[in-house]
């Protein structure tokens, strides 16, 4: 989608007030691809290649797509990234491991959906806690990987192999805040069937995408953002006051929102829910990506 379609939408939709808020997204399409039976697999396991974290769990190496089924380093949901040699796998503050959800191609999100404000080569890796939509308990990474030679043949992963990887494809699309973000609450009241309308808007920008890089999240439990600001202020013991919380979740960035799916990977987030993978401006300007929060919210 184009920025002059896009604006356009708005028009029609008579939300001008919100035109300037039009945030450019990218879609994360899954396809969902079913491996062959391990014991047809090639190669040999390296278990040698990775890390074991100090006085971490133990070490499980699972077997995964061959290169015939599915290249190094592409773009996927899957438990099992491709890593570089030496790739120390991160960890619950619990000790347990985290489970990887999803390796992103930056070379290959450039190509498909133009330049946008992550870097234009490297992997990120995004990692959650097993139990990641147990609120008060989860907690996710995010691992940027420079560009250089990777390996699949020797991975660990936290538990039992059981979500489906899927081939992911992006498209551009654009965004707008929730209807009851503060910067849309600054600009508008909605009246009557207002909020419905809008909704419909925001679901004809993103293309009724699930699952998308960057852009506004779509809430289910109150502002994302502001959210991820309460939770920084938590962190520095510091108390915010009236709706500070709402006017600093400006200073924040959607990098990653990830929506239950039954049909993709088949994650189901509580009751229904979806994660959201957040971080300062400031941070995702300077690559920071090991600052990145990870919120859910649920049904």
């Not at 503060?182 to 909704?199: H, I, K, N, P």
């Not at 502002?223 to 013991?237: L, Q």
């Amino acid at each position: 989608m184009n920025p002059k379609l896009a604006k356009q939408f708005v028009v029609d939709a008579r939300f001008e007030a919100l035109e300037d808020l039009l945030a450019p997204a990218i879609a994360v399409r899954p396809r969902v691809l079913y491996a062959s039976d391990p014991k047809r697999k090639r190669g040999r396991w390296l278990d040698w290649l990775l890390k074991t974290p100090s006085d971490g769990p133990a070490v499980a190496t699972v077997p995964v797509f061959d290169e015939l089924t599915l290249p190094i380093g592409v773009s996927r949901f899957d438990p099992v990234p491709d890593v570089p040699i030496g790739f120390e796998w991160p960890c619950h503050s619990d000790g347990t491991l985290l489970e990887c959800l999803a390796q992103i191609d930056l070379a290959e999100v450039h190509r498909e959906a133009g330049p946008t404000r992550l870097p234009s080569t490297g992997w990120l890796l995004f990692f959650a806690g097993e139990e990641a939509a147990r609120l008060g308990s989860f907690e996710g990474r995010v691992i940027y990987v420079e560009p250089q030679p990777l390996t699949r043949w020797a991975t660990q992963v936290p538990r039992e192999y059981s979500a489906r990887t899927c081939r992911l494809e992006f498209e551009p699309i654009f965004s707008l805040p929730d209807a009851h973000d503060f910067c849309v609450a600054q600009r508008m009241t909605f009246l009557d069937d207002g909020v419905e309308s809008y909704v419909e808007l925001q679901e004809r920008l993103t293309d009724g995408a699930r699952h998308y890089l960057l852009g506004y999240p779509r809430a289910i439990q109150g502002d994302v953002r502001a959210e991820a600001a309460r939770g920084e202020a938590d962190a520095a013991r510091r108390r915010l006051r009236g709706n500070e919380d709402a006017r600093l979740g400006n200073d924040f960035s959607l990098l990653l929102q990830l929506d239950t799916d039954h049909d993709g990977a088949g994650w189901m987030w509580g009751d229904a829910g979806t994660i959201y993978f957040v971080l300062h401006n400031a941070d995702l300007a300077a690559g920071r990506f090991d600052r990145t929060r990870l919120i859910v919210q649920c049904c």
